[in-house]
């Protein structure tokens, strides 16, 4: 077939639709010709694309017990996500089988240059849902090369916590709920919204569903399956109140496995808004004005909560957190003051206050557990960009493991109208 130079298309033909002309053709001239029909291809950007994803999808498992581990690490920042990529001789299922790592600590903000290594430590293995195969990822803690953990490293601390025996008695659960925002690449504001301007007023896009409504719906369902196939244990997800916002929720997590599913999960949504071409945002308040925040609302409950009789164990637990209300918000999220005014479902952030079914509280009870007397508690004051470690950890430290005085908690139970 001769291909004159205007036959071609500025929309680069695939080998779909190739086959497809092919077979039309073949179907026309068949009864009347025998003669040999040949088809010269176009080179095209598209074309290059294709191979490129054909070698990205290749299946190395017949042909190599070799695997690709992708070592996660916490940046500088306590919040930028770093990973580097290692060859692995065999599949592994355990993460001490994975070799101790390093990396250049004073290109990420953790070491001096003149002393730069960090050593990477594998604490939690997860499928790699971008790889595929026996291919994995894998989070890691950080310490310098004495073996004492660095300042950035949360997990370690609550690694000590969820060791204590009476924390894993208590066998403590969490529900985490990650809100997060979605922005346009180049000028920084929510997905949907038009440049500059804003959409209509916050109501009907909280679990919506329609073109001018709902924005990123496609990027919440890849990661939410993402995450499935990695082996994180997400329950769900949904649109949120302000368009553009989006959450889903990890958990029920027993201990330190709340923190490790949390940011494999992060991980999982910047690489997956990357491809996208979209910028991810856990900014607790990435709009002024009259739009909700994004927080990171955690469930909680210890086994002596979950049991009959747990309530007044609730209870005792919002007295021991009213009492460390400040040391519970320096730890729960950078500009979290921007978020928690009283307004849009918070409580101000200066006051500690509980109540059933109150969103407007710094912790919630739901009417279900004040019903049959035991269940658990919602913290409604982490922020979206809050360290899971940090809190997870400090719930558990201020409910089972700190005692107040006799003096503040009958003090404090006055004050919440708490009778414990």
């Given at each position: 077939m001769r291909i004159t130079r205007n036959s071609v298309s500025s929309s680069p033909m695939t080998t779909k639709m190739w086959s497809s002309l092919l077979l039309k053709q073949n179907k026309k001239w068949s009864s009347k010709s025998s003669a040999k029909f040949q088809v010269f291809a176009v080179k095209s950007e598209n074309s290059t694309i294709n191979r490129i994803e054909d070698l990205l999808n290749l299946d190395l498992t017949p042909f190599t017990d070799k695997i690709i581990a992708e070592y996660i690490w916490i940046g500088g920042s306590g919040l930028d996500l770093r990973s580097k990529s290692r060859t692995i001789p065999k599949p592994v299922e355990h993460p001490s089988e994975l070799p101790k790592w390093n990396y250049d600590g004073s290109s990420t903000g953790q070491a001096p240059g003149e002393d730069s290594e960090v050593i990477l430590y594998p604490q939690a293995i997860f499928k790699d849902p971008f790889r595929g195969g026996n291919n994995i990822l894998v989070i890691c803690d950080t310490y310098t090369p004495a073996g004492e953990p660095i300042p950035t490293n949360k997990r370690h601390r609550a690694a000590e916590i969820f060791s204590n025996k009476k924390v894993v008695d208590e066998v403590p659960w969490y529900?985490?709920?990650?809100?997060?925002?979605?922005?346009?690449?180049?000028?920084?504001?929510?997905?949907?919204?038009?440049?500059?301007?804003?959409?209509?007023?916050?109501?009907?896009?909280?679990?919506?569903?329609?073109?001018?409504?709902?924005?990123?719906?496609?990027?919440?369902?890849?990661?939410?399956?993402?995450?499935?196939?990695?082996?994180?244990?997400?329950?769900?997800?949904?649109?949120?109140?302000?368009?553009?916002?989006?959450?889903?929720?990890?958990?029920?997590?027993?201990?330190?496995?709340?923190?490790?599913?949390?940011?494999?999960?992060?991980?999982?949504?910047?690489?997956?808004?990357?491809?996208?071409?979209?910028?991810?945002?856990?900014?607790?308040?990435?709009?002024?004005?009259?739009?909700?925040?994004?927080?990171?609302?955690?469930?909680?409950?210890?086994?002596?909560?979950?049991?009959?009789?747990?309530?007044?164990?609730?209870?005792?637990?919002?007295?021991?957190?009213?009492?460390?209300h400040k040391e519970h918000i320096s730890a729960y999220g950078e500009g979290n003051e921007r978020r928690l005014t009283g307004k849009h479902e918070t409580a101000s952030i200066n006051t500690f206050s509980w109540g059933v079914a109150n969103r407007g509280c710094s912790i919630r009870v739901g009417r279900e557990t004040e019903q049959k007397g035991k269940g658990y508690l919602e913290d409604r004051r982490p922020a979206s960009n809050m360290d899971p470690y940090t809190v997870t950890a400090l719930l558990a430290e201020t409910t089972i493991l700190w005692e107040p005085t006799l003096e503040a908690e009958a003090l404090a139970a006055q004050k919440l109208a708490l009778n414990v």
């Open positions: 529900g985490i709920e990650q809100e997060y925002t979605l922005l346009q690449t180049n000028v920084k504001w929510p997905l949907g919204w038009p440049v500059g301007g804003y959409p209509g007023p916050q109501g009907p896009y909280y679990c919506s569903a329609g073109a001018d409504k709902s924005f990123g719906r496609d990027i919440s369902d890849a990661h939410y399956k993402a995450c499935l196939y990695a082996g994180i244990n997400v329950s769900g997800t949904n649109g949120e109140v302000m368009p553009g916002q989006w959450e889903y929720q990890v958990g029920p997590s027993v201990g330190i496995q709340a923190g490790d599913h949390i940011w494999c999960s992060r991980y999982i949504l910047e690489r997956i808004t990357e491809q996208a071409g979209v910028v991810l945002s856990l900014d607790p308040k990435p709009i002024e004005g009259d739009w909700n925040g994004a927080g990171c609302h955690t469930n909680y409950s210890t086994k002596s909560m979950r049991e009959d009789g747990g309530f007044e164990v609730i209870k005792k637990a919002i007295l021991n957190l009213s009492l460390r």
